[in-house]
């Protein structure tokens, strides 16, 4: 790809945490993001963790830590899709999702489905996005420091 466009998509990436094909934890253009697959995998081992509470702990950790590379927050989130290996955790994965989005008034819409996660994968994450905007010239801001360098 050429010309104007060239610079206006930015993958997001996080230490500790890639996908085993060549795609971005996340994407965005302008102040919409999109994430690929955010999943229950320690970054400290990069194996999954052994149950469902850390694993839904650490999707929400990763969906944080998306935002932030991208110059977001959580508040910024409007959508997250929801993938359960099995749906008798459902209950469980609400009670993750209260204490992240604790104010029952500001809360991301929602879509729950089940799932056949790789390998021992429980619960897995996409979310879309749309950051605040001082965070909208972030792709030009860097593209200007690496021409610097």
């Known amino acids: 790809m050429s010309g104007a466009h060239q610079n206006r998509r930015e993958s997001i990436e996080i230490a500790g945490l890639r996908h085993t094909h060549p ?59 929801v993938y359960l290996k099995d749906l008798g955790d459902w209950d469980r994965f609400n009670e993750a999702w209260k204490n992240v989005f604790a104010d029952p008034t500001s809360r991301p819409a929602r879509h729950v489905l089940a799932y056949d996660i790789s390998g021992e994968g429980m619960v897995q994450l996409e979310i879309v996005a749309v950051l605040p905007e001082e965070t909208q010239n972030h792709v030009d801001r860097k593209s200007q420091a690496a021409e610097g360098s």
Do not use: C
């Open 23 to 81: 795609i971005p934890m996340a994407s965005r253009i302008g102040r919409l993001l999109y994430s690929s697959g955010i999943n229950g995998i320690d970054p400290a081992t990069g194996t999954w963790a052994p149950d469902f509470a850390r694993q839904a702990s650490l999707v929400f950790e990763h969906m944080a830590a998306v935002m932030e590379a991208a110059g977001g927050s959580l508040d910024d989130v409007i959508k997250v899709t």
